[in-house]
């Protein structure tokens, strides 16, 4: 019944996108692929979209057939957000990406959803704007806003909640709505524009998004240090936040990621945890930076700092920091590298980290740390070899016992990568009573559950 459905609502596709649809099993492999180690579920057809028209009618045909919809970016998402578990369609966004409007005046740009934060920086290049966010991978704006996404430069730019003014969204009847205005602010009427940002596709497609930019900064300066201790490097962070110190970086790398990096993009560093940091500001302003923070983390063991603002130096250093997952896992190339975040209060950073690291180290396991600890956010990166149950158990409890620290510390299982199909078990932990109003929003806004089942909830609503 159900695949006889789903054929009818294929066929129906095709006729009206014609080649724009494969029903090719290795193209729709690639596009549930998934960087956890969740089974990949691939969706029956992939239609790749040009237009918000042409996602409307494509939903709208779905609608009609009780069909589910997956919408896809740049497949950068680490929590099996992808992956079609009761079959359905997945549009592919990647070609809607043109810069529609920069308006330099009022520091916005509106993009198709498929634009990658590389490229709408590459457009802004002449402006003197740019584009702050950065969560490592080449993610397109869409996805950004699906996970709410946030980065490296999230303790002084915000996420994309902050960054978000408006969207366009297909919700699942097939109809296009307009959410928020280029205003900087506004009281009128539910802010639908948020409600949207971090949904994962579970309430609509999002076409295009208008986004905030921000003048780039005349001098930047980047630099790290190192400390005795990871409680050492998360306390002066916490300092360097409580003092106001208005820095646009701050990463902690952990000795085991150090030791990645040195090898994967041939650094010489001492394998210790380590803060990279970066300053953003007129000249006077970056000295001035640099030198409190010296004088910050010298109270707390922090050594060997060193800053410049020569781009190439700046370059190589944050080129280590992105491809960290990489080196991450050429350090065991035939296991599984599988990415988990947390993010706690920031008074509660130090204690979660050491607690995570104790539990990593009594457990055997080969797992670096890195985190955009400004912010109170970090990441694991476990080296599995998925078909040793041992490992996978271990893996297992490392992930829960995190996952439920951070939660009991009053921070939230993820704070950037997503709940997806990874983390739905820790939902109703995080949230309590308040799932069932977010139930509610979902059967009102899609009663037939099209939009990106099996994700989020452990059950269908």
């Given at each position: 019944m159900t695949n006889q459905r789903f054929g009818?609502?294929?066929?129906?596709?095709?006729?009206?996108?014609?080649k724009q649809v494969s029903t090719n099993l290795t193209v729709r492999q690639q596009h549930a692929h998934t960087t956890t180690w969740l089974a990949n579920e691939p969706a029956d057809a992939v239609l790749v979209a040009h237009s918000t028209q042409d996602v409307a009618d494509a939903v709208k045909i779905c609608h009609e057939y009780r069909m589910p919809v997956i919408a896809f970016g740049i497949g950068s998402s680490l929590e099996g957000q992808l992956n079609a578990p009761d079959g359905g369609l997945c549009i592919d966004m990647s070609q809607m990406n043109q810069v529609l409007h920069i308006n330099a005046e009022d520091l916005t740009a509106t993009v198709q959803a498929g634009v990658t934060r590389e490229a709408l920086n590459h457009e802004l290049r002449a402006t003197g704007l740019f584009f702050p966010l950065d969560p490592g991978a080449n993610a397109t704006i869409g996805g950004m806003v699906a996970t709410r996404a946030s980065g490296t430069n999230a303790v002084r730019y915000g996420t994309m909640k902050d960054v978000v003014l408006a969207l366009e969204v297909v919700l699942p009847s097939g109809e296009i709505i307009k959410t928020g205005s280029h205003a900087k602010k506004s009281s009128a009427g539910y802010d639908l524009t948020r409600l949207m940002i971090g949904s994962e596709g579970t309430l609509g497609i999002v076409t295009s998004v208008t986004v905030r930019l921000f003048g780039q900064p005349e001098v930047v300066g980047s630099g790290l240090c190192?400390?005795?201790?990871?409680?050492?490097?998360?306390?002066?962070?916490?300092?360097?936040?409580?003092?106001?110190?208005?820095?646009?970086?701050?990463?902690?790398?952990?000795?085991?990621?150090?030791?990645?990096?040195?090898?994967?993009?041939?650094?010489?560093?001492?394998?210790?945890?380590?803060?990279?940091?970066?300053?953003?500001?007129?000249?006077?302003?970056?000295?001035?930076?640099?030198?409190?923070?010296?004088?910050?983390?010298?109270?707390?063991?922090?050594?060997?700092?060193?800053?410049?603002?020569?781009?190439?130096?700046?370059?190589?250093?944050?080129?280590?920091?992105?491809h960290a997952y990489f080196a991450s896992c050429a350090l065991r190339p035939t296991a599984k590298g599988l990415s988990t975040d947390a993010c706690v209060p920031i008074s509660r950073l130090a204690e979660c980290v050491t607690a995570t690291q104790a539990d990593i180290s009594e457990s055997g396991m080969l797992a670096p740390i890195v985190g955009h600890v400004g912010d109170g956010n970090f990441h694991v990166l476990l080296l599995v070899d998925t078909d040793n149950p041992d490992e996978r158990q271990k893996a297992d409890k490392i992930l829960t016992r995190l996952a439920h620290r951070a939660i009991e510390m009053g921070g939230t299982c993820t704070g950037e990568h997503g709940i997806g199909q990874g983390k739905r078990k820790y939902m109703h932990k995080e949230h309590g009573d308040a799932i069932n109003v977010m139930r509610a929003i979902k059967q009102a806004i899609d009663p037939h559950n099209i939009m990106n089942p099996g994700k989020i909830w452990l059950d269908e609503v």
């Open positions: 009818d609502a294929i066929l129906a596709l095709c006729t009206r996108f014609g190192h400390f005795p201790s990871i409680d050492m490097a998360c306390q002066a962070t916490i300092a360097t936040i409580q003092m106001c110190l208005p820095i646009a970086r701050i990463e902690l790398l952990d000795p085991i990621q150090i030791r990645a990096c040195n090898q994967y993009s041939k650094l010489s560093l001492p394998e210790q945890p380590t803060l990279f940091v970066e300053f953003h500001g007129t000249q006077q302003g970056v000295a001035e930076q640099t030198t409190l923070f010296g004088e910050i983390i010298a109270d707390f063991g922090g050594t060997d700092f060193e800053w410049s603002s020569d781009e190439t130096k700046r370059k190589k250093l944050w080129t280590a920091r992105h």
